[in-house]
């Protein structure tokens, strides 16, 4: 039973282990929540002789309200450890903040 469990899946709870980034819009101020998945979202970067020296995550975000476009870009170590992020068009904010500005939104229906 356990191999079916394991290949079907259980009611288990997986590990996240992907990447969340918040975001506020530059311009409405309306807040994103992006998942990248480390494995597959992550450029790899190499220097001289193949070495792999880090990864780069470059995404595209745009919000819901005036759809502009938002370009997050983070650098990460050989390990997967982030260096540096910089986004043009918007400001990261935690999740706290994300949560507290998304409740105050008003809704859709409104």
Do not use: W
């Not at 079916?4 to 899946?9: A, D, E, K, S």
């Not at 970067?45 to 983070?74: N, V």
């Amino acid at each position: 039973m356990d191999f079916l469990r394991r290949l079907f899946g259980s009611d288990e709870r997986q590990r996240d282990d992907a990447i969340h980034l918040y975001v506020a819009c530059g311009r409405c101020q309306a807040v994103v929540h992006v998942r990248v998945d480390p494995r597959n979202d992550l450029m790899p970067e190499y220097g001289d002789g193949d070495d792999l020296i880090g990864y780069r995550l470059i995404k595209e975000i745009m919000d819901s309200r005036c759809f502009r476009l938002m370009r997050a870009e983070i650098e990460y170590d050989a390990r997967r450890r982030e260096i540096r992020r910089a986004i043009e068009g918007g400001a990261f904010i935690t999740r706290d903040e994300y949560e507290q500005r998304r409740s105050a939104q008003p809704s859709s229906r409104d």
